[in-house]
């Protein structure tokens, strides 16, 4: 998993955290952190998906080019 998704990760960990305890605390701030954590999730998939991507690429490269 590459670092930035991992950060991302963590990101979206302590805002629902935050979120959590801002609507235990019954402030109505929590809705910025479910916002945020929804973001890092999004941002933590693409990062992961895109890392596959570039490994499937890396891969294919070493088996040679395709003939048909």
Not at 23 to 47: C, E
């Amino acid at each position: 998993m590459p670092r930035i998704a991992l950060y991302t990760l963590v990101v979206c960990v302590l805002s629902l955290a935050a979120a959590v305890v801002s609507f235990v605390q019954g402030t109505w701030l929590g809705i910025v952190w479910v916002l945020l954590a929804g973001l890092s999730s999004n941002m933590t998939w693409y990062y992961v998906r895109r890392a596959r991507a570039a490994e499937r690429d890396r891969a294919a490269l070493q088996d040679g080019p395709v003939t048909g």
